[in-house]
């Protein structure tokens, strides 16, 4: 089974930025549709963003313009750059993938990490 980690959570305070990584055992190459999701306490879990291999992405309403991620197969990363952060954007990030994009928007994804911190607080 592939094994996602995910890195980067931490404390940081109204607009502030952080970066999030994401890796796979074995490499996230083979992986055709990644995705970052958030868990707040009290909240469903939400999509935050999502890329494929062919470089399609896409971005839930509350991050556009804030959030980018990004992906490099050769560095087997997949990131998400957090800037302008808000109280709001509080909540454990998971990486997730999946062969197939449908499962991966839906939360039906094959593969998920342990997930990160990211606490937004002054």
């Known amino acids: 089974q592939v094994q996602l980690v995910e890195s980067g959570g931490g404390l940081v305070p109204p607009g502030g930025s952080l970066r999030l990584s994401c890796t796979a055992s074995?490499?996230?190459?083979?992986?055709?549709?990644m995705a970052w999701w958030r868990q707040a306490p009290g909240k469903q879990r939400e999509l935050v963003a999502t890329?494929?291999?062919?470089?399609?992405?896409t971005y839930s309403d509350a991050v556009k313009g804030r959030f980018t991620i990004s992906r490099d197969n050769a560095k087997n990363g997949m990131y998400l750059q957090m800037n302008s952060l808000q109280p709001e954007d509080t909540a454990v990030y998971y990486c997730?993938?999946?062969?197939?994009?449908?499962?991966?928007?839906?939360?039906?994804?094959?593969?998920w990490g342990q997930g990160t911190q990211v606490t937004v607080s002054s």
């Open positions: 997730t993938g999946d062969d197939s994009y449908y499962l991966v928007v839906k939360g039906g994804s094959a593969y």
């Open positions: 890329i494929t291999n062919g470089g399609a992405i």
């Open positions: 074995g490499g996230i190459f083979s992986i055709h549709a």
